[in-house]
């Protein structure tokens, strides 16, 4: 597979994945939500409406995980046309809560390079 | 809820020299604050950040305090990344799949 950069992220994961399809068709299946349905079901879904959306760019939902403690968390995915007429795809997947707006702030203000964690 | 107040406790640089400074083997606030430009209430400050995420405990060891890495903390830290590691490539497996049976 012509798969993924894999990078760890101190508060999450953050993948990258080439598609061969262009990026107007990844973006429908990424953002309609009959498209979307078949790959990420709503059941992974706190809400099956997106959070926010920029038009062919990028689209974030809000994830529930399916097991205890049920912990909430927050995917984005955006998507940018690659050298071979095909898509970059990149997820970034945090946890999130009431307090999430502190917490990405303070990753955003630290210059510092990401924890890399032993997993 | 403890997952979220570990990624919190981690997403300051300070706290994460410091927990990373421990991960190499307990000891305890004056030694660890050797090498580094941090005051002594600013060490115990993080510290306890660090202990009520679950990611620190300590242990009185006569006039110390020593302080070391809890494994329950990093499991949980391991366990969430794991199990999403796993999830988003069998995800894209299956985008992959609905993108072949789209019309362009």
Redesign the interface.
């Known amino acids: 597979m012509n798969d993924d950069k894999t990078e760890k992220q101190r508060n999450g994961i953050a993948l990258e994945y080439e598609l061969n399809e262009p990026p107007q068709k990844v973006w429908r299946a990424i953002s309609i939500p009959e498209f979307r349905e078949s790959w990420l079901p709503k059941e992974a879904l706190a809400d099956p409406e997106a959070t926010s959306v920029t038009p062919g760019e990028e689209v974030r939902y809000r994830m529930r995980d399916n097991t205890p403690p049920f912990l909430e968390s927050t995917v984005t995915f955006r998507i940018a046309p690659n050298a071979t007429g095909g898509t970059s795809l990149r997820i970034i997947h945090e946890l999130t809560d009431t307090r999430s707006d502190r917490m990405t702030r303070a990753a955003e203000n630290s210059n510092s390079p990401p924890l890399m964690l032993a997993a | 809820?403890i997952?979220?107040d570990i990624?919190?406790a981690?997403?300051?640089?300070t706290r994460?020299a410091i927990?990373?400074k421990l991960a190499a083997g307990g000891t305890n606030a004056s030694a660890l604050r050797q090498g580094m430009e941090i005051s002594q209430p600013a060490m115990s400050q993080h510290l306890s950040v660090l202990r009520s995420a679950g990611l620190v405990k300590e242990e009185r060891q006569g006039r110390f305090v020593n302080y070391e890495v809890d494994p329950e903390g990093l499991a949980l830290?391991?366990q969430?990344?794991?199990k999403?590691?796993a999830y988003?490539?069998s995800?894209?497996e299956?985008?992959?799949?609905?993108?072949k049976d789209?019309d362009?």
């Open positions: 809820m997952e979220n990624f919190r981690l997403a300051d640089p994460r927990f990373e830290i391991a969430w990344l794991a999403y590691r988003w490539p995800r894209i299956a985008l992959k799949v609905l993108l789209m362009q």
